[in-house]
């Protein structure tokens, strides 16, 4: 399996503009994260999907903020519009679900965006 | 919520061993993990732990104390590569989703 795809690697835009960031998960995971990373607040987590449907959007930092999965192999994060203080690496991940076993629990980490609000 | 701690840095000679500590205080533990990752990458999956005690994999063992809320990832004989950040994250209160601590940067020195 090629692993968590996300694009794009790099992202550098102006404030205001419109960012859409993509993830694939690995295919027959049923859990997709959306994670966060900066240096200030380290790795937090933005929203959660189970099945294509959002579970917990709680980390979500404000309406400027959105995410879909419309199919099982695809989706996506928008920022609308984005801010200097949006910049940050962001991280989409899967997993195949509670199984109680650690292996099976286990979050893949896709390479990441780096985003640059100017 | 959640509290998670760790040292922010730590630093260790090529060969040698190094632990490094996790403390948190949740109710309803349900699991913790242990994530390396290099800059500029991805973090990827090291360890779980959910019962007491240690659980090794090569060079690397990570340890759990539920009682304590205690946990640590031992590296034995250090290479330059280990240098990255080290995440520890736990599971709780019913969530299957882990919180993630804010890592410990380890550097390696020949």
């Known amino acids: 399996d090629a692993g968590v795809i996300q694009s794009p690697r790099h992202e550098v835009t102006e404030m205001g503009q419109e960012v859409t960031l993509r993830c694939k998960p690995i295919s027959g995971h049923d859990y997709l994260f959306w994670y966060r990373q900066t240096m200030m607040r380290g790795l937090e987590l933005l929203i959660y999907f189970n099945n294509n449907v959002p579970i917990d959007d709680s980390g979500m930092p404000e309406d400027r903020f959105s995410a879909k999965m419309p199919n099982a192999s695809f989706s996506t994060l928008k920022i609308q519009p984005s801010e200097p203080r949006d910049s940050a690496v962001y991280f989409c991940?899967?997993?195949?679900?509670?199984?109680?076993?650690?292996?099976?629990?286990?979050?893949?980490f896709g390479p990441g965006t780096r985003l640059t609000v100017l | 919520g959640q509290n998670i701690d760790q040292p922010t840095e730590m630093t260790a000679t090529e060969g040698a061993i190094v632990q490094i500590n996790c403390t948190y205080q949740?109710?309803?533990?349900?699991?913790l993990f242990w994530y390396q990752q290099h800059a500029g990458e991805a973090p990827t999956f090291l360890s779980y732990n959910v019962l007491d005690g240690l659980e090794e994999k090569g060079r690397f063992s990570s340890f759990l104390s539920r009682s304590k809320g205690y946990s640590y990832l031992l590296l034995k004989e250090l290479q330059m590569k280990d240098s990255a950040s080290y995440l520890c994250?736990?599971?709780?209160?019913?969530?299957?989703?882990?919180?993630f601590g804010r890592g410990t940067s380890l550097i390696v020195h020949p």
């Open positions: 949740t109710s309803g533990f349900n699991g």
């Open positions: 994250a736990v599971r709780a209160g019913g969530s299957y989703i882990p919180t």
């Open positions: 991940a899967s997993s195949s679900g509670a199984s109680g076993r650690a292996g099976a629990d286990t979050q893949y």
